[in-house]
């Protein structure tokens, strides 16, 4: 259809029904206007998501890689530090920078430290390489086996290992994450289903008879054996240090040249010991051991006789710092126990009224402290029968006296039994039984009470 053209209206190139068009047309630039608004509305609503879904993907990716990192690292701590033999050296339970060195089963020095870029590194001592990372923290906390609230560093002690550390996030808004895990070691102890031994030693090549032994510290200990003639010898054996697995000697010292049998080793203090022996005339004897912890010399006071016709087979447990429980065999093979008292500034011996605890037969005994006054004693008796009796001191540790009748622990035979603290009431004695054969029996304690 054409239109006509309206003679009183100017020319403006548009037909006369360009009203309607022009209406349409300004219409349809409105909402292009409106729709790029809406449009840059949502862009500007959108946009940010996008970030945060992109932050949101980046975090739980760089979480998962460090949970992943974490988890390896603590997996290969656990496996290989349970497997350790020993440890020979660790960082102290404060230090977030830290270090554990072990040795393994094949006798290799493994370490795990940090290195200088934050990871964590593991191999031999002198030649690591990286195994996870990087960290902020590998903090090492050591216990012992029957304490797991106070931490030590004692390589010998350490039974298990609190490891912690922290995984540092890569990406920019990650959280740190931080591991902790522990480890029970067989440290310091050899596979418990097996045994081992090293190079024996010969330290008396002559006669060695009876020896007794006594701790002076972690790599010195005191023996007294029967040497030569059966005359009294001392010898101090070093041990080698950290793998105990040789032995030396320093030069030996003749404490009784007469007669040294069977002694028996009581600790005084950390360069005195207490020494019981059969000496001369076969009767008891004690002296006081002196030993140079710089030079391990040993020299000997006067030794004094508890007893003149018979000493055999001492056994010698400490009531206090200057009173010593004797057991021995005495004469007519009778059981008798005495105090003996040393003082601690002249290092001279004393003794209090021995005290016949065995009517009938008494041999070898052993001793073993209940408390501040009790004394398990067990020993071989009238029938080469295994007895165990307790025996008690005065609150003056002057006066000793026996508690009860005793208990037979073995009717057949009891000879040469040797006794351990297992805990408060329970006590371990081994000793040559039925047969000539090896037994052992578990002796409990308890009061009786009205």
């Known amino acids: 259809m054409r239109c006509q053209k309206d003679k009183t209206q100017v020319y403006t190139g548009f037909p006369s029904c360009g009203k309607l068009q022009n209406g349409a047309l300004a219409l349809t630039l409105v909402e292009m206007v409106i729709a ?21 993907w980046d975090s739980k ?3 998962a890689e460090t949970l992943q990192n974490g988890r390896v690292l603590i997996d290969h701590l656990n496996r290989n530090l349970s497997k350790a033999v020993r440890i020979t050296a660790v960082s102290g339970s404060a230090e977030t920078n830290g270090y554990i060195e ?32 990087p960290v902020s923290q590998l903090q ?13 560093t004692d390589v010998n002690s350490i039974r298990f ?27 310091n102890n050899y596979n418990p289903l097996e045994l081992n031994k090293e190079t024996p030693f010969e330290f008396a090549a002559v006669t060695g008879k009876t020896p007794a032994l006594s701790k002076i510290d972690d790599t010195h200990y005191l023996c007294a054996y029967a040497g030569d003639g059966d005359d009294g010898w001392a010898v101090v054996l070093t041990i080698t240090a950290p793998l105990f697995d040789a032995i030396s000697m320093e030069t030996p010292f003749e404490f009784d040249a007469s007669n040294g049998e069977m002694p ?15 000496g001369y005339g076969d009767d008891g004897w004690a002296t006081v051991l002196t030993v140079d912890t710089g030079t391990w010399a040993i020299t000997n006071e006067t030794p004094f006789e508890f007893d003149t016709k018979k000493g055999f087979n001492p056994a010698l447990s400490q009531m206090s710092s200057t009173n010593y429980l004797c057991t021995y065999q005495a004469f007519q093979d009778l059981g008798w126990a005495v105090i003996l008292k040393v003082d601690t500034g002249s290092w001279t011996i004393s003794k209090e009224d021995a005290y016949k ?16 006054t009790h004394y398990l004693c067990a020993h071989m008796g009238p029938w080469s029968d295994g007895w165990a009796i307790v025996l008690a001191s005065t609150p003056s540790l002057d006066t000793i006296s026996k508690q009860g009748e005793g208990l037979e622990f073995d009717p057949e035979t009891g000879l040469a039994p040797t006794l351990v603290e297992i805990d408060d009431s329970h006590y371990l004695c081994a000793y040559q039984g039925p047969g000539d054969d090896g037994w052992a029996v578990v002796l409990q304690t308890f009061s009786l009470r009205p």
């Open 161 to 187: 290992v609190k490891v912690e550390t922290t995984l540092t996030n890569s990406v920019a808004m990650g959280q740190d994450k931080t591991f902790i895990g522990w480890a029970y070691l067989r440290a």
């Open 357 to 372: 605890y065995e009517e009938n037969y008494a041999t070898i005994s052993a001793l073993a402290q209940l408390d501040q």
């Open 36 to 56: 790029m608004a809406i449009m840059a509305i949502i862009l500007a609503v959108l946009l940010p998501q996008f970030r945060v879904i992109q932050n949101s």
């Open 102 to 133: 072990f040795e393994d089963n094949d006798s290799n020095n493994l370490r795990y430290d940090i290195a200088a870029n934050n990871y964590v590194e593991f191999g031999p001592v002198g030649d690591l390489s990286e195994l996870a990372g």
């Open 140 to 152: 090492f906390t050591c216990y012992n086996a029957s304490d797991l609230d106070t931490p030590i």
């Open 61 to 63: 990716q760089g979480s």
């Open 264 to 278: 028996a080793l009581s600790k005084i203090d950390n360069t005195h010991y207490l020494c019981a022996y059969a």
